[in-house]
């Protein structure tokens, strides 16, 4: 560890985590920005709920957990998301009342939805402490969000910009596409112009650096949340048409959250379950261990603030197809494979051809190895730890 002169006592407020095996790449995110700053010599604690507690606890047993919700966990009813709405609106509010020291000089709200924004902005002021706020992306860049709780989540995003841009003493966007969101959204709510700085997300690529190549057993990987937002419903109707032309093959979907168990009815649906194996929440060595047994990765994300599990596959050494989402186009432009927005049959058809041309993927897979490396999670962690010292020196 690197002993530093001026320790920074930092809490990152991350209370959208409901159980104790989804890993999202915002938790994975912040997990290795907590690293490498404790690697610096600085106090990182986390405020979140308790079911979330293990997931910190097995990676980062040095840092500190503050609990924001000790009733509610969704391990056993994870697709059943109405469920997290009284919970999130407990954690709303439970900053006023958890126990706590108050010594925190940064308290860092980790999203930008307002059971984070809010709790983050009232330990701030019970810690008399700097603001931080991390965008990673806009729901009102995203369409089609029209149902109840999208209308609600839409709703209290403004909420959130208006505190914001009115609190923060720092505001941080994941990408340009992101910052270009919040600039509009600003716009138009009639707030104040913030300065929102631009610092993107790293790997540590030691963890896939040090799983083996194996043989491949999967043609093709699917990584991430289990969220219609990720393109999940899109994946069988892809599938069915590569398997249409490949029947042997075979895919590996990773990753957990609240429409797995319908993603899973619809293969089964259309006779695909046999061909797919979905493993849910592993842990990272497994999930490691599977990119290297696979070919080929593919993102059908309707909408990314940054597209960690892209990232990933690159790292792994996989070529990658990918909707054409405007995040990629800026950060992978010459390294994936595109399809255009939501046309399955197009994706499976860049899908098949790759698998078809062995040369062409070994020579994706490296130019995308080469490319990933631009991103380390120590940089990243630097970035921001100058940014937020900055803020400790105005103190």
């Not at 019970?126 to 729901?139: D, M, N, P």
């Not at 390294?335 to 046309?343: E, G, I, T």
């Not at 490296?366 to 940014?387: C, W």
Request: net charge neutral; hydrophobic share 45%.
């Amino acid at each position: 560890m690197v002993q530093n002169s001026w320790i920074l006592k930092i809490l990152i407020v991350h209370n959208s985590l409901n159980d104790g095996t989804s890993m999202s790449g915002v938790l994975k995110h912040y997990l290795l920005m907590a690293r490498a700053w404790v690697d610096m010599g600085h106090q990182v604690d986390f405020m979140m709920a308790k079911a979330g507690f293990p997931q910190v606890a097995s990676q980062l047993p040095f840092c500190g957990r503050l609990c924001s919700d000790p009733i509610f966990d969704a391990s056993e009813y994870i697709d059943q998301t109405w469920r997290y709405f009284p919970a999130f609106g407990f954690r709303l509010i439970s900053a006023h009342l958890v126990s706590s020291s108050c010594d925190y000089g940064i308290v860092y709200a980790s999203n930008f939805l307002i059971f984070e924004v809010y709790p983050a902005l009232i330990m701030a002021r019970r810690c008399k402490a700097k603001l931080v706020v991390k965008i990673q992306h806009l729901l009102h860049s995203q369409t089609g969000r029209h149902s109840f709780f999208d209308r609600l989540f839409l709703k209290s995003e403004k909420w959130s910009m208006r505190l914001a841009c009115r609190h923060a003493d720092l505001i941080m966007c994941l990408s340009r596409p992101v910052e270009k969101d919040f600039t509009a959204l600003a716009a138009q709510l009639k707030l104040k112009e913030r300065k929102a700085h631009v610092i993107g997300c790293g790997l540590d690529f030691t963890e896939i650096d040090d799983t083996p190549r194996e043989e491949a057993q999967f043609d093709l990987v699917f990584l991430g949340r289990m969220h219609e937002q990720k393109g999940v419903f899109d994946l069988a109707e892809v599938w069915g048409t590569v398997l249409k032309n490949r029947p042997k093959s075979r895919m590996v979907v990773i990753g957990e959250g609240p429409h797995r168990k319908a993603l899973m009815e619809g293969f089964e649906a259309r006779g695909l379950l046999d061909s797919v194996t979905f493993t849910g929440g592993i842990d990272e060595g497994t999930k490691n261990k599977l990119l290297r047994q696979s070919r080929l990765g593919l993102s059908l994300s309707f909408e990314e603030g940054w597209g960690l599990s892209v990232t990933e596959f690159l790292a792994a050494g996989l070529p990658v197809v990918a909707y054409e989402l405007p995040v990629f186009k800026e950060l992978f432009a010459d390294v994936l494979h595109f399809a255009p927005m939501k046309s399955k049959l197009q994706a499976a058809q860049v899908v098949l051809s790759l698998l078809d041309d062995s040369d062409k993927m070994e020579r994706s897979g490296i130019n995308g190895k080469i490319h990933a490396r631009k991103f380390k999670y120590q940089e990243v962690a630097q970035q921001e730890l100058q940014l937020i010292e900055q803020l400790s020196s105005e103190n």
